[in-house]
Nanobody, 124 residues
Framework: VQLQASGGGLVQPGGSLRLSCAASGLAFSYYATGWFRQAPGKEREAISSISPGGSRTHYADSVKGRFTISRDNAGNMVYLEMNSLKPDDTAVYYC??????????????????WGQGTQVTVSS
């Protein structure tokens, strides 16, 4: 199983980025997927998740109204559209997959599969 995250970079406050995660080696349409992030010196935070069919989504309060998660089961992709970015959004962002949506909502238990992470830096 491989999850390949991409799309991170340096962006100014108020800007936007779109993260992508390409999945392979698993029956993608049967897995919930989501995004976590970890900033230096902070614990890993679950920020957004989506059910296998895409009908249910969940967002942490810290990103609600600014970030949008989506998925393309035909292409084995999951996306995170990030708008109105703030310096506090600076972190390494990880995509993850698990048969259980609950693992992706709060990270307990940890999801079965993780991507390698992509750095997002919000700074002027």
């Amino acid at each position: 199983v491989q999850l390949q995250a991409s799309g991170g970079g340096l962006v100014q406050p108020g800007g936007s980025l779109r993260l992508s995660c390409a999945a392979s080696g698993l029956a993608f349409s049967y897995y919930a997927t989501g995004w976590f992030r970890q900033a230096p010196g902070k614990e890993r935070e679950a920020i957004s998740s989506i059910s296998p069919g895409g009908s249910r989504t969940h967002y942490a309060d810290s990103v609600k109204g600014r970030f949008t998660i989506s998925r393309d089961n035909a292409g084995n992709m999951v996306y995170l559209e990030m708008n109105s970015l703030k310096p506090d959004d600076t972190a390494v962002y990880y995509c993850a997959a698990d048969p259980s949506l609950s693992s992706l909502i709060d990270g307990t238990p940890p999801p079965s599969y993780w991507g390698q992470g992509t750095q997002v830096t919000v700074s002027s």
